[in-house]
């Protein structure tokens, strides 16, 4: 009797091969459900992530224009807001730190270079490639 209380004791611990099965097809199902939905958040997070800088761009941009009564041109780019431009027209009074308070202008969050265009001083554009990486795909950020 001893013997046969030891071999029921063995049989009651652990799990069966079934309920094993069981708990994977509902991990199963639960990743499939869940996993599209956090990378869909992941990638607006990063599309959100290049809107804010752009903005910041836009503000630092701002800030230049109000100082010199023109934007940068794009043979100046982005570069003209931590540096002052040693290209095209030069301000005069170019504060010390520049316009962004950064010491070099950040890449995309897909770790690409922002694109910048202003040919007449009055009108610029800034632009994100998007996660694709490349120009004039749907998938580009732009500056409003």
Not at 10 to 34: D, P
Not at 72 to 93: E, F, H, R, W
Not at 130 to 142: R, T, W
Request: hydrophobic share 30%.
């Amino acid at each position: 009797m001893n013997k046969k209380k030891l071999q029921q004791k063995k049989r009651e611990k652990g799990f069966t091969l079934v309920e094993v099965m069981i708990v994977l097809a509902l991990v199963v199902m639960l990743g499939s459900y869940a996993g599209p939905k956090l990378i869909g958040l992941f990638n607006k997070g990063k599309q959100d992530n290049a809107k804010i800088q752009i903005a910041g761009f836009g503000s630092a941009l701002q800030a230049y224009y109000l100082a010199h009564s023109y934007f940068p041109t794009t043979a100046q780019g982005l570069q003209a807001l931590i540096s002052k431009p040693s290209v095209g027209k030069v301000p005069d009074n170019y504060p010390d730190g520049g316009y962004l308070g950064k010491k070099e202008i950040p890449k995309d969050p897909w770790g690409n270079q922002y694109r910048y265009e202003c040919e007449d001083g009055q009108n610029y554009t800034i632009t994100s490639d998007g996660p694709d990486g490349q120009p004039g795909s749907g998938d580009d950020i732009k500056s409003d």
